[in-house]
């Protein structure tokens, strides 16, 4: 297979979007641990899940949400940097259809464009609200600063905002599902043309 089945921008679109959804599926994971064994309590006390290990310790777990969130946000920002050109487009088709002055979608592109809205807000929302537990110190001896909101309402905020991202974007990449599998299989089939796994050599007997 030729690297001319797939476009230059097409094969880094993928390549953003490869780094966008392992990251994603890494901070995703990790969150739904801390979702299902929250960190409140101890061990035999009112948390009798505390500290239980699933795959990996839970100090691993937090390892793996925090770094696998700071590159899903770095990802997203790129992705969102590349695909900047449709956003400004489809902000101003969608300020026409909102004021009436034409009806540029159909049933499926309105689907879409809320999908999108609702993505892009709670991965805002699940952004910020990390940003802020990453730099800001937390712990029971710690004041909380109250930055905006009280630490309390940023864990809200942030878990739920979550958990609204993780559905979203399953039904995104559910849409999306045949534009996936078709580009995948290309850049599979082009990644092993230009490294081809090398076969035995068989050696005849003089």
């Known amino acids: 297979m030729s690297t001319q089945n797939v476009s230059k921008q097409t094969q880094k679109n993928w390549w953003i979007d490869a780094a966008l959804?392992?990251?994603?599926?890494?901070?995703?994971?990790?969150?739904?641990?801390?979702?299902f064994l929250p960190s409140n309590g101890y061990q035999g006390?009112?948390?009798?899940?505390?500290?239980?290990?699933?795959?990996?310790?839970?100090q691993t777990w937090d390892v793996i949400h925090t770094w696998g969130s700071v590159a899903m946000i770095i990802?997203?920002?790129?992705?969102?940097?590349?695909?900047?050109?449709?956003?400004?487009?489809?902000?101003?088709?969608?300020?026409r259809e909102l004021t009436g002055k034409c009806g540029c979608m159909n049933a499926r592109g309105r689907w879409n464009l809320i999908l999108n809205l609702v993505v892009a807000?709670?991965?805002?929302?699940?952004?910020?609200?990390?940003?802020?537990?990453?730099?800001?110190?937390?712990?029971?001896?710690?004041?909380?600063?109250?930055i905006l909101f009280s630490r309390t309402t940023w864990d809200l905020i942030h878990t739920w905002a979550g958990v609204v991202l993780i559905a979203a974007a399953?039904?995104?990449?559910?849409?999306?599902?045949?534009?996936v599998t078709k580009v995948t299989s290309k850049m599979?089939?082009?990644?092993?043309?230009?490294?081809?796994?090398?076969?035995?050599?068989?050696?005849?007997?003089?």
Request: hydrophobic share 50%.
């Open 170 to 179: 399953i039904l995104h990449f559910a849409i999306h599902w045949k534009w």
């Open 45 to 58: 006390g009112r948390n009798p899940l505390y500290n239980i290990q699933i795959l990996f310790t839970r």
């Open 21 to 35: 959804f392992l990251s994603a599926v890494a901070a995703g994971l990790s969150g739904i641990y801390y979702l």
């Open 188 to 206: 599979a089939g082009m990644l092993r043309f230009n490294h081809p796994i090398p076969q035995p050599v068989s050696v005849t007997q003089p």
């Open 75 to 95: 990802a997203a920002l790129i992705h969102l940097g590349i695909h900047w050109s449709w956003v400004v487009n489809m902000s101003r088709r969608t300020w």
């Open 121 to 146: 807000l709670s991965f805002l929302l699940t952004a910020l609200s990390g940003v802020y537990f990453l730099f800001v110190p937390g712990g029971r001896w710690v004041a909380d600063p109250l």
